[in-house]
């Protein structure tokens, strides 16, 4: 069965003040391992897709990167815009078709001005 | 393009009633999905379809079923509400292949069964 674990549930940060969230997983084979963000009473945004070991993929003050059994959301000088849950999730290579994901239960970002 | 689409985006149910989701989407995607997201667990896949014509069951299908009505809607029917599928339901869709597998969410029905 696949498993993602997210940690923190939840950060505070200063404006200015750069961190990083953990996406552990499990899975018997990664297909893609995905980062989401989702602001309070809107559906998830994609944000990210990394494939394989050692990639790492950038967007304004965001920088995932991912190993063999986890995921850094790297956020660089961080804005009070950039509050929100972020979600990572993993899909497993399969024989059927579709694109199943297996989320975790994200981490609350909250950066104060 | 407006994406996903969900209708309503709020229910209030009583237990024992029935209703409908409705989703559409106009970005030619094969696959779509429905999840349901509580508190402490996560997005959680309810049902899905790889294409037109196809469902299978996620991980919590019991008490809901789905609908694939064409390429572009993906229906989610509850047929007697109970309070513990009071939840957010989000549909997504995604295309199906070896890559370009992100799935794009709608914005959501805010589901209370009382």
């Known amino acids: 069965e696949d498993q993602v674990t997210q940690s923190p549930e939840a950060l505070r940060l200063q404006e200015g003040e750069s961190s990083s969230l953990n996406c552990s997983y499990t899975v018997s084979g990664l297909r893609g391992l995905f980062w989401y963000r989702q602001d309070p009473g809107k559906g998830p945004e994609f944000l990210f897709t990394l494939y394989s070991a050692g990639e790492e993929k950038e967007k304004e003050r965001l920088k995932a990167t991912l190993t063999k059994k986890e995921s850094f959301l790297h956020i660089t000088a961080p804005k009070p815009e950039d509050s929100a849950t972020y979600l990572c999730a993993v899909q497993a290579w399969e024989e059927t078709s579709g694109s199943r994901l297996t989320f975790g239960e994200g981490t609350q970002l909250t950066v104060n001005p | 393009n407006a994406g996903v689409t969900q209708t309503p985006k709020f229910q209030v149910l009583k237990t024992g009633q029935s209703m409908t989701l409705q989703c559409a989407q106009d970005?030619?995607?094969?696959?779509m999905y429905w999840y349901r997201q509580d508190p402490g667990m996560g997005l959680r896949l309810i049902y899905y379809?790889?294409?037109?014509?196809?469902?299978d069951k996620g991980e919590v299908p019991n008490g809901y079923n789905v609908s694939r009505l064409n390429k572009r809607e993906f229906s989610l029917r509850l047929e007697s509400a109970a309070p513990s599928q009071t939840s957010v339901y989000f549909c997504?869709?995604?295309?199906?292949?070896?890559?370009?597998?992100?799935?794009?969410f709608g914005p959501g029905t805010r589901l209370t069964v009382l």
């Open positions: 379809s790889a294409s037109e014509g196809t469902t």
């Open positions: 970005m030619n995607h094969n696959s």
């Open positions: 997504a869709s995604s295309v199906t292949g070896i890559s370009y597998n992100e799935q794009f």
